[in-house]
């Protein structure tokens, strides 16, 4: 199973950038997806962007244009760059991993059996 260990997040004023990071490994195989999500009070982990074997993404409409998800195989680091934040982007962030379905990868939390511990992020207006 992956292991999983985020650093970065705070905060920070909008308009402004933050990059997460998640370290992984036990990775192995060639199918697996990972991704970030993210979780309010009250509410389920919705998918913010999520990154195949292939580099190929898929992105939520709230994400597209300003946040980019990225993988180095090297550094076996997984990124989020989020850049124009909002103060509805405010949130505790998860990274993850699980397997693709078919060959995809999907924003649906469901599909994740590794996570990483949560780090927080604060948007002020």
């Known amino acids: 199973q992956v292991q999983l260990v985020q650093s970065g997040g705070g905060s920070v004023q909008a308009g402004g950038s933050l990059r997460l990071s998640c370290a992984y490994s036990g990775y192995s195989g060639d199918r697996y997806c990972m991704g970030w999500f993210r979780q309010t009070p009250g509410n389920g982990r919705e998918g913010v962007a999520v990154i195949d074997n292939t580099g190929g993404r898929v992105s939520a409409d709230s994400a597209k244009g300003r946040f980019t998800i990225s993988k180095d195989n090297a550094k076996t680091t997984l990124y989020l760059q989020m850049d124009s934040l909002k103060p509805e982007d405010a949130a505790m962030y998860y990274c993850?991993?699980?397997?693709?379905?078919?060959?995809?990868?999907?924003?649906?939390?469901?599909?994740?059996?590794?996570w990483g511990q949560g780090t927080q992020v604060t948007v002020s207006s």
């Open positions: 993850a991993a699980g397997r693709a379905l078919y060959g995809r990868c999907y924003l649906d939390s469901t599909f994740y059996i590794s």
